[in-house]
């Protein structure tokens, strides 16, 4: 007749206990066995993934802050124009002929934390919704300073007040310098002032160059730009 293995009590509940010979109990993962009821043997507990986790290598952190960093830095640069209450142009920076009967007093406009590596900047003003098929440069400023921070209110008609070394280019009026807005009548049109920062001292220009013509040779020279919009309607 077979014996049976005797059976042990510890801690709460029996269980048989039954010796094996030339075998070990065999594990699973990191999981340790325990005998039920005893206080003093608790099972090591089976971390998964964390192999994977360890693997992250901290130069991808690193990467990941440099991005971000990176992006609030270009939206950072700004532009705002403190002579247009309200985001629209009132009336001394209207035009003052075609119909209108403004002062034609070109705006302050202001901007801050330009890309590094900045060396000039041109400033524009462009009527996006003029009836021409292809827009209306209303005021271009070329070859301002890196140091700059402004173009004042009537700098568009008065060059002296001009950052030394800025340069007016023709406007789709003809000629260099402010032409205020004038939209037709019933019409309330957007104007998009921006600043551009550039990598270079200068544009080379051709001779009566027009907005179209900057627009080119900034891009190929911008490295990033500032915009707002305002609004002008009669």
Not at 55 to 84: K, M
Not at 95 to 107: H, R
């Amino acid at each position: 007749m077979r014996e049976e293995a005797p059976i042990l009590r510890r801690g709460v509940g029996d269980f048989p206990i039954r010796p094996v010979i030339g075998s070990a109990p065999k594990l699973i993962g990191r999981a340790s066995m325990s005998l039920p009821g005893d206080p003093t043997l608790k099972p090591r507990p089976i971390h998964r993934g964390r192999r994977m986790h360890r693997s992250i290598h901290p130069a991808l952190f690193l990467l990941c802050g440099l991005a971000v960093a990176a992006t609030g830095q270009a939206a950072d640069f700004s532009v705002s124009v403190p002579d247009a209450p309200g985001g629209r142009f009132a009336a001394p920076q209207f035009l003052d002929k075609m119909g209108c009967t403004g002062g034609n007093v070109s705006p302050r406009i202001t901007w801050s934390n330009p890309p590094a590596g900045t060396r000039s900047f041109v400033v524009s003003v462009y009527d996006k919704d003029a009836m021409t098929g292809s827009g209306w440069w209303h005021w271009v400023v070329v070859n301002v300073p890196a140091r700059a921070t402004e173009l004042p209110a009537g700098a568009g008609t008065d060059p002296k007040a001009l950052p030394a070394g800025a340069l007016q280019t023709n406007t789709d009026g003809g000629y260099p310098g402010y032409g205020g807005p004038c939209p037709p009548v019933g019409q309330t049109h957007d104007y998009v002032v921006t600043v551009k920062a550039l990598k270079v001292d200068q544009l080379q220009l051709p001779p009566n160059a027009t907005g179209a013509m900057v627009g080119m040779m900034s891009n190929l020279q911008s490295l990033g730009q500032a915009t707002t919009i305002v609004r002008a309607g009669r």
